[in-house]
């Protein structure tokens, strides 16, 4: 089975929309599906286009949670289908995220992935202190 879909690991950066780059903005503006957590601002999901697929895939403490197996099964699922799938992450996908887990799952399905890393909490610091 081809695989024709493409995964975009996209960091949410820090939590303000406003630091988001304009790489990932366009990013999320071309997804058919958008994989988010909750480490993510919900306004970040506004530039999606009308018709794409946002699905809920977060992890909370103590709270309901969804399995990686879950999440690489999704990609799986929407790739199969051509599907431009963006995991959008809080913070950067490789700086305590799965990030790298998720990019080698696509890759050893020949699904073409590309990553748009998120500004960093300690770069956004400081930002409203500058005259």
Known sequence: MKIVGELILVGAGPGDPDLITVKAW???QRADVILYDNLA???LLDPAPQGC???YVGKEPYGP???QDRIHELIREKAV???IIVRLK???PYIFGRGFEE???ARQLGLAV???PGISSMQATGLSDIP
Request: cysteine-free.
């Open 26 to 28: 366009k990013a999320l």
């Open 41 to 43: 601002n919900p306004a």
């Open 53 to 55: 697929e946002k699905i």
């Open 65 to 67: 949670t969804t399995p």
């Open 81 to 83: 289908k051509g599907k």
């Open 90 to 92: 809080g913070g950067d």
């Open 103 to 105: 990019a080698l799952f």
């Open 114 to 116: 590309s990553y748009i």
